[in-house]
């Protein structure tokens, strides 16, 4: 399942696409970052991490910042708890970031999964 269709039509729409910087994955600025992981939690799916990105000053480009953000799945926690603490892990980021940097065009992209696929991750790598 993709991100995508987890989240309302206004999410969708207002996606950045990420391909020009040869990455498979969608970004959203501000608020919209803030109501995507809100709908991440609600369908029970973990924020395991993101990327900031920059709008260029033409407005047209977004770059990498390289700063980035992951919280890893104690194994005592259940998934609900993982999805939580996620999400209030990733909200606090996303805040301090825009706070820290107002008048920049910035940008979130995040890396995500479910129960299904978390499991399947650890799998694979043993």
Same mark, same amino acid.
């Given at each position: 399942? @993709?991100?995508?269709?987890?989240?309302?039509?206004? +999410?969708?729409?207002? /996606? %950045?696409?990420? %391909?020009? +910087?040869?990455?498979?994955? +969608? /970004?959203?600025?501000?608020?919209?970052?803030?109501?995507? *992981?809100?709908?991440?939690? !609600? &369908?029970?799916?973990? *924020? +395991?991490? =993101?990327?900031?990105?920059?709008? !260029?000053?033409?407005?047209? @480009? *977004?770059?990498? %910042?390289?700063?980035?953000?992951?919280?890893?799945?104690?194994?005592?926690?259940?998934? @609900?708890?993982?999805?939580?603490?996620?999400? &209030?892990h %990733?909200?606090?980021?996303?805040l301090?970031?825009? &706070?820290?940097?107002?008048?920049?065009?910035?940008?979130?992209?995040?890396?995500?999964?479910?129960?299904?696929?978390?499991? =399947?991750?650890?799998?694979?790598? @043993?």
């Amino acid at each position: 399942m @993709h991100i995508l269709s987890l989240l309302p039509k206004q +999410l969708q729409i207002r /996606a %950045t696409v990420l %391909t020009d +910087l040869g990455i498979e994955n +969608l /970004a959203w600025s501000g608020q919209d970052a803030l109501d995507v *992981i809100t709908n991440l939690k !609600k &369908e029970d799916w973990a *924020i +395991l991490g =993101g990327d900031v990105l920059q709008w !260029k000053d033409d407005g047209q @480009h *977004i770059e990498l %910042t390289y700063d980035n953000w992951y919280l890893d799945k104690i194994p005592e926690w259940s998934w @609900h708890e993982y999805v939580v603490r996620s999400y &209030e892990h %990733t909200r606090r980021y996303i805040l301090a970031y825009l &706070e820290a940097n107002k008048e920049k065009g910035i940008a979130f992209s995040f890396v995500v999964a479910s129960l299904e696929q978390f499991d =399947g991750l650890k799998q694979g790598s @043993h």
